[in-house]
C-alpha cells in the first residue's frame, strides 16, 4: 500500500473513495512482494500490481464489491486448477487483504502521507482493513513499512550520470550527484536528482556518513577527480563502489590507488569496469547495465541470465 502512497494520496484529496488490495503474506514463489498493493478508485482508475497480472481481475472485482459498501476481505490464492480460475503460475501462495481507505484513521493517513513525501513510514493492519500507526492493532495482519531510499551517489556530472540519474531515480534510489565544475552540476542538467552537490567529490564524502545499502559510482573519467573520490568510497561502509573506465584505465587507477596508500582489501573492493556486460554504449544503454549491477550487488544476485539458472526465479519465502 505505502508504495503507491502518492497516488492515493492525491484521489483522497481530490475527494475519491478508493479499494485497495494488499498483498499481505508469500508461501514459496511469487512475484511480488509482501506490501505490494493494487488500487481501485471510484472513478474507475486503476494502479498497481500484486501478482504480476496473474489475479489481477479476480481484485479488480473484490476492489468494487468494496467499493459498493462490502466488507474488507482476505484472499487466498494459489495454483489455478481451471483454465479460467484465477491462480499464480509461479506456484507459491499469496494472501490479498481487500479493503476500502475509508477505514485508515487519521494517524495511518499520515503514514500515508509520509510515504507520499517520500519519508520513511509504517502501519499495520488488520483483517477488517482497520489501520493502527502506533502498533495497537490485536490481531495485525501485516505491518507494512516504507524507508528513505537508498543513496546513489554518482560522482561526475557526464552524459551517462545524467542516465543513470535519470533511471536510479526511477527505481527508488535517492541520487545525489556531485562535481567540480559548476556548468554541469545544475539541477537543469539532472531533474530527477535528489541533490547535485558543485563541489569537489572527497570534501562531500568526508562530510557525510554511510551505510552498507548506500552505492558509489564515479563516472568522471578524470583522474583529480577519481582517484581522491575512491579512496574516500572505498573506506566508507558503502555497498558498492564501482568506476567507469576501460581495463587499462582500471589498472593504471588500481595502481596509482595502490601508490597513494590504499589497502589491499579495499582496493578488491572496487568494481570496475563498472557494470554488466550487456554491450552497452549509448548513454542509456550503459546506464541501465550499471544499474543491473548495482541491484544485483545489493540482492546478492548473480546478475547472470535467468535463462542459464535452475530453482525458482523469486526467493522461497514464508513471510507473514
Not at 114 to 130: K, P, V
Not at 174 to 190: H, I, L, M, N, S
Not at 198 to 204: K, L, T
Not at 238 to 263: C, E, K, N, W
Amino acid at each position: 500500500m505505502l508504495e503507491l502512497a502518492v497516488t492515493l494520496c492525491a484521489w483522497i484529496d481530490h475527494g475519491h473513495a478508493v479499494a485497495v488490495a494488499t498483498l499481505v503474506a508469500v508461501d514459496g514463489s511469487a512475484p511480488r512482494t509482501v506490501g505490494a498493493a493494487m488500487a481501485l478508485s471510484d472513478s474507475g482508475e486503476v494502479v498497481g500490481s500484486v501478482s504480476g497480472g496473474c489475479v489481477e481481475a479476480e481484485l479488480h472485482a473484490a476492489c468494487a464489491e468494496v467499493l459498493a459498501g462490502g466488507a474488507a476481505r482476505v484472499l487466498t490464492f494459489g495454483i489455478g486448477d481451471e483454465v479460467f480460475e484465477p491462480g499464480l503460475m509461479c506456484g507459491g501462495t499469496i494472501t490479498v487483504l481487500v479493503s476500502s481507505l475509508a477505514l485508515l484513521d487519521d494517524a495511518a493517513i499520515h503514514q500515508l502521507r509520509r510515504a507520499a513525501a517520500g519519508q520513511s513510514a509504517r502501519l499495520s493492519l488488520d483483517a477488517t482493513g482497520a489501520a493502527s500507526a502506533t502498533g495497537c492493532l490485536d490481531a495485525p495482519l501485516v505491518t507494512l513499512s516504507i524507508e528513505v531510499g537508498t543513496e546513489l551517489l554518482i560522482i561526475g556530472a557526464v552524459e551517462f550520470a545524467v542516465a543513470l540519474c535519470r533511471l536510479g531515480s526511477a527505481v527508488g534510489y535517492r541520487v545525489t550527484v556531485c562535481d567540480p565544475r559548476p556548468v554541469f552540476a545544475t539541477k537543469e542538467r539532472f531533474p530527477d536528482a535528489y541533490a547535485v552537490v558543485c563541489d569537489w567529490p572527497e570534501r562531500w564524502l568526508d562530510a557525510r556518513g554511510w551505510s552498507s545499502t548506500d552505492a558509489v559510482c564515479v563516472l568522471s573519467h578524470d583522474p583529480k577527480v577519481d582517484l581522491p573520490a575512491l579512496s574516500r568510497a572505498l573506506a566508507s561502509p558503502a555497498g558498492f563502489v564501482g568506476a567507469m573506465g576501460s581495463r587499462r584505465t582500471h589498472d593504471q587507477r588500481i595502481a596509482a590507488l595502490r601508490a597513494h596508500g590504499v589497502p589491499e582489501p579495499e582496493l578488491a573492493r572496487l568494481r570496475s569496469p563498472i557494470g554488466l556486460d550487456i554491450g552497452a554504449s549509448s548513454p542509456d544503454q550503459t546506464a541501465i547495465a550499471i544499474l543491473a549491477e548495482v541491484i544485483a550487488v545489493a540482492n546478492g544476485a548473480s546478475g547472470a541470465p535467468l535463462s542459464g539458472l535452475s530453482g525458482p526465479l523469486h526467493p522461497l519465502i514464508r513471510h507473514r
